[in-house]
């Protein structure tokens, strides 16, 4: 997957991934985003989360993107495509972090398969489904080995990731755009 930051609006086939201080950002291309403030668990339990940090989770970053298969399905088809929408949820998200940085804050990066910060020392993990479930409303299923979340279009076919940043909601929403070209298969 190709992935790069755009200075400035731009179109491209896959649409573009822009914030907004609330609600669910549908991007077109099987990506929706949004932010928020942080729920009480994460503003009580933050230094447990997030051991290196100095100062608290400001906003919480949502990214689900479609999968092509329900997540509680089981075999090689399902695993691939998990294993791509990682990548791709761990690119995106390090591509928000970078913008973040350049702007001061601190922002972690959660790997959907572990619930662990990417880029500092792990601490307590963070289930993806339990803070999409919160945030948005969302209904959540039982599914094979995990809890399946599920989206109001796409049903239990989406992939959940997390971000923490200490910078504030409506200061999210001043990013440059995120353009992605997916790779083959997606």
Avoid: N
Wanted: contains cysteine; proline residues 11%.
């Amino acid at each position: 997957m190709l992935v790069s930051v755009a200075r400035g609006p731009q179109t491209h086939p896959c649409g573009r991934v822009t914030g907004a201080p609330s609600g669910l950002i549908p991007t077109g291309d099987g990506l929706d985003w949004s932010t928020h403030p942080p729920s009480s668990y994460i503003l009580r339990h933050w230094g447990r989360i997030l051991p290196d940090w100095s100062g608290p989770v400001q906003s919480v970053i949502i990214l689900l993107q479609r999968a092509p298969l329900p997540r509680w399905g089981r075999g090689a088809p399902v695993e691939l495509a998990k294993a791509r929408l990682r990548d791709r949820a761990l690119a995106l998200g390090s591509i928000l972090a970078a913008a973040l940085s350049q702007q001061g804050y601190q922002t972690a990066v959660f790997d959907p398969r572990t619930g662990l910060p990417l880029a500092t020392t792990p601490g307590a993990p963070l289930d993806d489904v339990a803070v999409a479930q919160y945030l948005l409303g969302y209904r959540t299923e039982p599914g094979g080995y995990c809890t399946c979340l599920l989206h109001p279009r796409w049903g239990g076919a989406v992939y959940p990731s997390t971000l923490l940043s200490t910078a504030l909601p409506h200061q999210i929403d001043g990013l440059p755009l995120i353009r992605t070209q997916p790779t083959k298969g997606e």
